[in-house]
């Protein structure tokens, strides 16, 4: 298992930040490789809710991901279990003054080449993620 840990002081307080964050439309336009990010199960999102994920790796591969702790404005955590690259995301959100402190915790559970691969490619875009998540958010 690895883990990764980033965070980057936002210009925004933490609601608008927080509804940045759970657009999921707006991940592909944030995180590399992704296609889309739709919230598959129905009604408000709450610990349980499903989202899917498409990833283009060659051919694009679909997965799931599911809320396993939310709390507005302060804190998302996400996992997705599904093979060959299982995932939890921690997001924490944090008033600093008028902005958010926002905080990442990765964690990737994989083995081998892809576990390998995977580490080494979030490793060296996990910060220019972060910066153009801020971009979008202030942008508003």
Do not use: C, Y
Not at 33 to 56: A, E, K, M, N, T
Not at 61 to 87: C, F, G
Request: hydrophobic fraction near 40%.
């Amino acid at each position: 298992m690895s883990q990764l840990k980033a965070n980057i002081i936002i210009n925004r307080p933490p609601p608008e930040v927080f509804a940045g964050l759970i657009n999921f439309g707006q991940w592909p336009r944030w995180q590399g490789g992704l296609i889309s990010v739709d919230q598959i199960s129905p009604g408000p999102l709450q610990i349980g809710s499903q989202l899917r994920q498409v990833r283009s790796s060659g051919k694009p591969r679909e997965s799931l991901i599911e809320v396993t702790h939310l709390v507005p404005n302060q804190i998302l955590e996400v996992k997705s279990p599904s093979p060959p690259l299982a995932w939890q995301g921690i997001f924490t959100l944090e008033p600093v003054g008028v902005g958010t402190r926002f905080g990442l915790v990765f964690e990737i559970r994989a083995s081998g080449l892809a576990g390998l691969i995977s580490d080494l490619i979030i490793k060296l875009t996990l910060k220019q993620e972060l910066n153009t998540f801020k971009a979008l958010v202030e942008a508003g």
